[in-house]
């Protein structure tokens, strides 16, 4: 089976996603496409279909999620442990689609690689996904509130 190779500035255009920096190591340019911090297709549907006391266990679990993984990240990025950064950035990413944060989940998806990397993460990228995690969480808690 041969892998699929996307482009991911076109992916953007085409999907209307995010996707945070991403490193062109020839030429050290960076491309952004902007979308907004949460998929409502995904995070609105939650808000709607579920019990307002069910969203807000999603929102505190995911914040917890949150606070324990970019932890995680800091303190790799800090040791140079690229094997324990690429792994707590592939759980956030993973917790990010779950709530539809497509921003966090594509600055997430920047630190994952295979397993049997030993290539550090882009500068900067914890605290850019720091910054997103903060988003997302603010705009999940706007959305809980309601209209209004």
Do not use: Y
Request: charged share 20%; net charge negative; proline share 6%.
């Amino acid at each position: 089976m041969h892998a699929l190779r996307l482009q991911p500035l076109g992916l953007c255009h085409r999907l209307g996603v995010w996707v945070e920096p991403k490193v062109d190591r020839l030429a050290s340019r960076w491309h952004h496409c902007h979308v907004t911090v949460l998929d409502p297709s995904i995070a609105g549907q939650l808000a709607e279909d579920l019990p307002r006391a069910d969203f807000l266990l999603i929102i505190n679990t995911f914040r917890d999620d949150l606070a324990r993984l970019t932890q995680e990240l800091t303190a790799a990025a800090a040791t140079g442990d690229h094997h324990s950064f690429h792994r707590a950035a592939h759980s956030l990413a993973g917790a990010a689609a779950a709530v539809g944060a497509l921003r966090l989940e594509a600055s997430a998806r920047l630190g994952m690689a295979d397993e049997a990397s030993t290539a550090p993460p882009p500068p900067g990228l914890s605290a850019r996904i720091a910054t997103e995690a903060q988003a997302a969480l603010a705009a999940l808690a706007a959305l809980a509130q309601g209209p209004g």
